[in-house]
């Protein structure tokens, strides 16, 4: 693209107006409801152990650190804001661009907004009932809500427990949908053939007019969310979809610091398995769990894909003042 | 196929391209034919394994497949580029063309040249693609100018054009003409639309 034309913004104006309106409406949904608004650092000297997901680094040369300091910006405002919740903040929202390598297509920008926010003494199901309501409060049309288990979609479209399916059994049922080209692909992990079958099949028919909760994920993939000790084993982790996008994803959030340094440990070593750098564990997060973090639940929204939903956009750049390649 | 027998002694080491690189009209091999990619889709859930959808057209058969590969995968390239000749002549098996530049010479088969083979005159200059040096696609000029060697003499004097007629060719093709247009006369027409568009200036 040359600069004649690249200089120029990726969304219209028009679209410009609906994104400050959208924050606007945000903000004031949150003061109606005594959610304090909060800001932490973009740049940290701690990351994301997470494996898929991969941080932009920075550095930092000057008083306090001489020599340089690498700084890692942040994918998510989590560990912060946990950090406020276990210094007494109360319920805390934050709306902030967050960074991730990697990440580039229709509904993909390196650089996104998310609103995340903190609620002490909900559960999930409490949270996802509150994100409904802002979503509503947000949209042009009034949306039904439909709350479903991470095993029940999978049994609806593919007659499959996720749960319990192996490698092979994955591997078969993606190869019969079929998804093409899933014969030759080499995943390892169960994880990923769910991924697979989650994205390419059932996603799509997720919250087609109407709002779409997906909640009781698989306990290998918890993130940041409490176990529940069941069997099989279920992590209190939800998503929310709009037309087949995922818009949000929410935990009954972790507060037990040992947990938390075994999942970093464990995040750590698949790093190594899968040759991808180590991650300096958020020590800062690990002490504030250790002092207490009381018992809440939070979730990060993505701003751009809701916009995308509310102005009709197919392509993320057309709700960005400048995407991307216009950076 | 003996249209790429030329291409078998080349030695080329094609590029591999990682799915970082994937993008509209990149070639790539895929079950050992050369095809370009139409579109290509990144997939991934917030917490979890990247994935790149794309829509490839096999350049051999035309036709459109989808496929999904793990971001980060890397597949063959595919030494395919087009480039413009000038068609010369056909001995009824092979169609031959050459480079105006290097006077270098290709021949195409019947299934390359597909559709074109009816708008083929000698001396227009086509657009061939090339996998390996061999033509796999041949395209016709967007505008043509043939004699029309047969069509209906109509009723001169109407010039309402309202219906028009089919007319032939001289390379066989048939278009629907307006009435007034007579054989022998040369017009000029879409080869995308197969339609006239309006009749030759005489030079």
């Given at each position: 693209m040359k600069a004649t034309e690249s200089?120029?913004?990726?969304?219209?104006l028009e679209t410009l107006r609906a994104r400050a309106g959208l924050l606007t409406g945000v903000r004031e949904f949150f003061q109606r409801r005594g959610v304090m608004e909060v800001e932490t650092p973009v740049c940290s000297r701690f990351g994301v152990t997470d494996p898929a997901i991969e941080s932009f680094t920075t550095r930092y040369a000057g008083p306090a650190a001489p020599p340089g300091r690498t700084l890692y910006l942040h994918t998510s405002p989590e560990f912060p804001m946990k950090r406020l919740l276990a210094a007494g903040a109360g319920p805390i929202y934050q709306i902030c661009k967050v960074f991730r390598g990697g990440e580039l297509g229709a509904k993909h920008n390196p650089e996104f907004t998310l609103l995340e926010w903190y609620r002490p003494g909900f559960d999930h199901h409490r949270l996802m009932d509150e994100v409904a309501e802002l979503v509503n409060s947000l949209m042009p049309h009034q949306l039904e809500v439909e709350k479903l288990t991470y095993a029940e979609v999978f049994r609806q479209a593919l007659q499959l427990d996720p749960h319990t399916a192996t490698l092979a059994e994955l591997r078969r049922c993606a190869r019969e949908v079929p998804i093409p080209g899933a014969a030759e692909l080499e995943l390892v992990q169960a994880d990923a053939w769910l991924d697979l079958l989650l994205t390419h099949v059932i996603e799509p028919q997720l919250g087609r007019a109407r709002m779409t909760f997906l909640y009781e994920y698989p306990a290998s993939q918890a993130a940041l969310a409490r176990i529940i000790p069941s069997s099989p084993p279920l992590a209190e982790r939800f998503e929310l979809y709009l037309a087949g996008v995922e818009i949000a994803n929410g935990f009954?959030?972790?507060?037990?610091a040992q947990e938390q340094r075994n999942r970093f440990e464990q995040e750590n070593s698949e790093r190594s398995e899968q040759s991808l750098a180590q991650i300096d564990m958020d020590l800062h997060l690990l002490a504030a769990l250790e002092a207490g973090l009381p018992a809440c639940a939070g979730v990060a929204l993505g701003i751009d894909r809701l916009l995308m939903q509310i102005t009709q956009k197919a392509c993320i750049e057309e709700v960005l003042s400048f995407g991307f390649e216009r950076a | 196929m003996m249209a790429a027998a030329i291409g078998m002694f080349r030695e080329d080491v094609m590029a591999s391209y990682s799915?970082?690189?994937?993008?509209?009209?990149l070639k790539i091999m895929m079950d050992g034919d050369p095809c370009s990619i139409i579109e290509n889709e990144f997939v991934k859930p917030g917490k979890g394994q990247a994935f790149n959808r794309v829509k490839i057209r096999n350049l051999m058969t035309g036709r459109v497949l989808e496929k999904t590969f793990k971001s980060g995968e890397s597949v063959e390239g595919a030494d395919v580029h087009e480039t413009e000749m000038q068609y010369l002549y056909t001995d009824g098996e092979f169609w031959y063309f050459m480079d105006?530049?290097?006077?270098e010479q290709v021949s195409a088969d019947a299934k390359a040249l597909g559709d074109a083979v009816k708008w083929l005159k000698e001396q227009d200059v086509c657009t061939l693609t090339l996998w390996n040096g061999s033509p796999i696609i041949v395209e016709p000029p967007k505008f043509v100018v043939l004699n029309v060697t047969d069509t209906d003499p109509g009723?001169?004097?109407?010039?309402?054009?309202?219906g028009g007629k089919p007319a032939t060719l001289e390379t066989g093709a048939v278009v629907r003409v307006p009435l007034f247009v007579q054989i022998g006369e040369a017009i000029k027409v879409d080869t995308r639309s197969a339609e006239y568009v309006s009749r030759a200036k005489e030079d």
């Open positions: 200089w120029r913004p990726s969304a219209s009954n959030e972790l507060t037990d | 799915t970082n690189e994937f993008k509209g009209g105006p530049e290097t006077f009723l001169k004097g109407d010039t309402s054009g309202s």
